[in-house]
């Protein structure tokens, strides 16, 4: 992967957008990151992290505690980094969770996080790979590198702090960040997967055995051979038990036969006896049903008449109806008269209405000839009053032209005032510069004065608890040594009769060769086998161990307090006489000068801001003197235009009588005369009106009450002919008189339930007679039983059979039972024995992959060794030369203590002493080579073995300052070594050699308002 270009908005100490195009360093370019403490060279690091990954490069900082305290609100915290990755090219832009402003309204909204990754085509087009979902650009960055955030940082970044992590990893976290670079999760994934295997064939054996227990647990037996005796004596009690079953059977189905059929009989006995029964109660009914008959007929008789009784009292309501028709008409007629006789004395009124019309719009006639003169005298006055409008407001603003003049002439002497004191104080600007830096070199001293102190305050604790354990260390071991000698001691004394034990009579001694054993030797206490005396000695050889261990960290210990007692004295030397000055008032005195700074600079900014104010006064104060000049030519020509209409005005005033001079009242005297004629013009229309009405009326109602009296006369008519019709079918019928014939009457309904109750007695009759005659016909020569005798039996032979059956039921399923487990366990014991072999095949291979043998290195483990074995020759490479042919690092191939995976921690190797031991014994600045020797190493390796990542670039974040002239000078020249094979390197330090042997550098500046970069090339 290598850096195109990174842009970083409001992110970190940068208040506004920076923009660093790395392809102006050069093709593979060495360059330096520099810069005062604190102004942000390791937020570019931390930049072109959190763009990939979101997080920064020490892990230290929350994205959403990386925006600028110091940027614009408006102005979003975002990071935009461009890379080659093999031949193409990708964009990210990531932006962290903040609070921004609201688009619209006031007030702030939080913003969440986003991540857009694009691919970018050849032609400058962009093709949107993640349009802002922050997971799923965290997978795709990892899938396109190959790394996460953890290995990204410690195989491309090598972040403050974070040097020695890739080299003391353990192997544990050395086989995670190994295993993505070289792909080796193939491995990882056999072991996984053997180990599942495996694992499952043991669940299936175990659960086999549980099932084989729960099938004998389910039959109640303890053996398989307790099934086997029970078997064979159940196959005769069920031979016994189904000939017993079947016997009761065939006894139960003969009685129960004769009980169905006597069951039979009996119910038809006691249906004849119903049937009587029903028969009788019909015969009672008959008087009842005659009465109803008789009903029925004369209901039907008054029925064939009942049309004509209709008739007649229709047409006695519609004779009814027109008498009164008749009535009304006339009432009607009377009521016409009298309106007409109304509408006559209006129509005598109607010649003086007519007069007052004409003489009311006459007077209309000359109010409206008034209207155009009092139009013209209203016109007049707002002219007039325009006018004097007008001139009060040029007036006004004369006044007004002639303050802001007066104004403009004390603020131009103000302004004069302040130019001059902001000029005398942006003078001293180079001076507080001078001081500024002075300050922060001292700042930085300090800082690096108190931290020292504080590591050698820890670091004597340090010691001291070194010292203590060491001692405890040492009794310890002192007393395993001896209890170690003493055991050995006593399994030596005890050989004699141990021999003596095993010595029968007339063997020869293995000693003097004697056949007389006479005196045996003999041991008082217990003897000590040989594995006792060997965990003895392990046990020793432990307490060894940890007291070498301890006095090794105590020698790093006191060579770290010696290093840093050496750069406290330093730090000193340069502070001179402020080494007494604290931290806290370095800091003040900071914060004065940068804020001293800041006033001049704010100083010469408001000389700037205050002279163009100052021309921009003057050039207003010429145009304000024309402008008064213009306003009062303007006021001499309004009040001339004031004067010639106030005599147009007193013109008009005179031609328009005085009551009629003001327009509102000439309008409600038109108005009113309107209304006037209006109510004249409505009162002549609504009498003619009322006239003609009162005459078509009059009509109307003459000709309604003559068609009254005529429909009277047939309604009267027809009503006799109606009443003739039904007198003369009432004598043609069976009724005496009218009130028989209306008693007689019935609806429909009840004449229709009156024939169905009818009919159906008439059915019932005869469906009982018939069904009595046909069962004395059956039953005739036949006698009934007693079934409750008939069903004791029945019931009797029902246990019987019960049980018998239950009997043979539950032998037969035991037998059943038993014959299925033992089918069950067969299948078991095949099962169990498929598992074992199974297990004796992927078990074995399981352990062997996962590192359960001897040595403790898995599958995966076992292949990254091979690896890591030429990673580190090409490390050693390096560190040699940086050395100068010191130090070589090397796999550590002793097996861990205890159950830790091993296989992958490394030792080094140093040829001053022929000794290998532990990287961490190295020095601060010994342990910053070996790193730096195994990143470079591992770049090389991985690039060779895994295809898929190419580590081109490489970037570190300080650690040169604990080298000595000599090492810098080896360890530049591996730089420069890696430049030239085609790799960019970037490095932050503020060792001022590197900066005369690195010449192209990207220099971040410091300023109050937030940090700046600028590019320096060669």
């Known amino acids: 992967m290598r850096p195109i270009s990174l842009c970083m908005s409001a992110f970190g100490p940068f208040a506004g957008t920076e923009l660093i195009d790395f392809r102006q360093l050069g093709q593979n370019p060495l360059f330096l990151l520099n810069g005062p403490t604190g102004a942000g060279k390791t937020t570019i690091l931390d930049a072109m992290c959190f763009a990939l990954y979101g997080k920064s490069t020490g892990d230290e900082r929350e994205a959403s505690h990386m925006r600028c305290d110091l940027a614009d609100e408006a102005l979003l915290t975002e990071v935009i980094f461009e890379f080659e990755l093999g031949a193409k090219r990708y964009k990210i832009r990531r932006v962290p969770e903040q609070e921004r402003l609201k688009k619209s309204g006031d007030g702030y909204t939080q913003q969440k996080p986003e991540a857009q990754l694009s691919l970018v085509n050849d032609d400058g087009s962009e093709e949107l790979l993640v349009p802002a979902k922050v997971s799923e650009a965290n997978s795709q960055i990892e899938a396109l590198t190959g790394l996460d955030a953890d290995q990204f940082r410690q195989v491309m970044v090598l972040p403050q702090g974070k040097f020695r992590q890739l080299l003391m990893a353990d192997s544990k976290e050395r086989e995670k960040i190994f295993s993505q670079l070289f792909q080796t999760h193939i491995y990882r994934k056999i072991e996984d997967s053997l180990n599942s295997q495996a694992a499952s064939i043991r669940a299936k054996a175990l659960k086999q055995k549980d099932i084989r227990e729960g099938i004998l647990q389910s039959a109640d037996l303890n053996e398989q051979s307790d099934l086997s005796e029970e078997l064979a004596q159940l196959n005769s009690q069920v031979e016994r038990a189904l000939e017993l079953k079947q016997q009761t059977e065939a006894q139960y189905s003969a009685a129960n036969k004769d009980y169905e059929a006597a069951k039979l009989l009996d119910e038809d006995f006691n249906l004849r006896a119903t049937l009587k029964t029903s028969l009788s109660a019909l015969n009672k009914q008959k008087a009842n049903i005659s009465e109803k008959q008789t009903r029925l007929d004369q209901a039907k008789a008054a029925q064939a008449i009942e049309a004509f009784d209709t008739a007649k009292v229709q047409r ?138 504080q590591q050698l305050s820890e670091n004597k604790r340090e010691v001291e608890q070194s010292a203590e354990q060491g001692k405890q260390l040492k009794a310890h071991y002192e007393q395993a040594q001896q209890q170690a000698n003493q055991v050995q001691l006593t399994w030596h004394q005890g050989q004699a009769a141990i021999m003596a034990q095993r010595l029968k009579a007339g063997d020869a001694c293995p000693v003097c060769g004697s056949t007389a054993h006479p005196q045996l030797a003999a041991s008082q206490q217990a003897l000590p086998s040989e594995n006792d005396v060997e965990q003895a000695r392990n046990k020793e050889q432990i307490a060894r161990d940890k007291l070498e261990e301890a006095r090794q960290h105590y020698k790093t210990l006191k060579t770290k307090q010696s290093e840093w007692l050496n750069q406290q004295q330093n730090l000193s030397q340069q502070l001179g006489d402020k080494a007494a000055t604290s931290l806290q008032q370095f800091r003040a005195e900071l914060d004065a000068a940068q804020q001293a700074l800041a006033a001049t600079q704010q100083a010469q900014l408001h000389a700037k801001q205050q002279q163009q104010q100052l021309e921009q006064t ?123 014939f209306n ?75 038993l014959l299925e487990i033992q089918n069950k366990l067969n299948q078991a014991d095949k099962n169990a024995q498929s598992l074992a072999d199974q ?54 191939e002793q097996r861990a203590k205890g159950n830790k995976a091993s296989g992958l921690e490394l030792e080094v190797e140093d040829s001053y002493t022929s000794k290998v031991r532990p990287v961490a014994t190295l020095s601060g600045g010994e342990s910053f080579m070996a790193a730096l020797a195994m990143a470079l190493g591992l770049s090389d390796v991985v690039q060779a073995y895994a295809g898929g990542i190419k580590l081109d670039t490489l970037f570190i974040d300080e650690g040169f300052g604990s080298l000595d002239q000599e090492s810098l000078d080896l360890a530049i020249r591996t730089l420069v070594d890696l430049q030239s094979a085609g790799r960019m390197v970037g490095v932050i330090s503020h060792v001022s050699e590197m900066k005369e042997q690195i010449t192209s550098r990207i220099d971040v500046l410091k300023h109050s308002s937030g940090s700046t970069t600028q590019l320096h090339l060669p």
Do not use: C
């Open 316 to 453: 006695f309501n519609e004779a009814k109806q027109a008498s009164l028709a008749q009535s009304q008409g006339e009432a009607a007629l009377s009521l016409a008269q009298q309106n007409l006789q109304q509408a006559l004395q209006q129509v005598e009124q109607m010649p003086e209405k007519e007069a007052q019309l004409a003489q009311a719009q006459e007077s209309l006639l000359s109010l409206q000839n008034f209207k155009p003169l009092i139009q013209e005298l209203e016109k007049l006055k707002q002219q007039q009053t325009a006018a004097q409008a007008k001139l009060d407001s040029q007036a006004e603003q004369g006044k007004g032209l002639k303050q802001q003049l007066v104004d403009l002439i004390s603020s131009k002497a103000a302004l004069s005032e302040q130019l001059t004191s902001s000029r005398q104080l942006a003078e001293t600007q180079a001076e507080k510069q001078r001081l500024l830096g002075l300050t922060q070199q001292y700042v930085e001293q300090a800082d690096s004065l108190a931290k020292l102190n």
């Open 839 to 892: 297990y004796q095949v992927v078990g074995t291979l399981a352990d062997v992959a996962n590192g359960q043998t001897g040595n403790k290195v898995s599958l995966q483990r076992f292949v990254l060794s091979v690896l890591l074995d030429d990673v580190l020759l090409q490390a050693s490479q390096r560190l040699s030369v940086m050395s100068k042919g010191r130090y070589q690092l090397i796999r550590k």
């Open 743 to 817: 008693m007689a009457l019935i609806s429909d309904d009840e004449m229709a339930a009156l024939a169905k109750e009818l009919e159906d007695y008439h059915s019932d009759l005869t469906t009982v007679s018939a069904q009595l005659e046909q069962l004395k016909a059956k039953l005739k020569g036949k006698k009934q039983q007693n079934l409750e005798e008939l069903a004791q039996v029945l019931n009797k032979l029902l246990e019987q059979k019960d049980l018998a059956d239950a009997e043979w039921n539950k032998l037969n399923n035991r037998h059943l039972s």
């Open 618 to 740: 003057e050039q207003t104060e010429k145009q304000l003197q024309a402008q008064v000049e213009q306003a009062r030519d303007l006021y001499q020509q309004t009040k001339s235009q004031l004067d010639v209409l106030q005599g147009q005005r007193e013109s008009a005033e005179q031609n328009l009588p005085e009551k009629f001079q003001q327009p509102q009242i000439l309008d409600e005297a038109i108005n009113l005369q309107h209304q006037q004629i209006e109510q004249l013009k409505t009162s002549i229309a609504a009498i003619n009106e009322q006239h003609n009405v009162a005459r078509e009326d009059l009509s109307a109602k003459q000709s309604a009450a003559t068609a009254a009296k005529q429909a009277l006369q047939l309604a009267q008519q027809a009503l006799s002919e109606a009443q003739a019709t039904f007198s003369e079918q009432l004598a043609k019928s069976s009724f005496a008189n009218e009130s028989a």
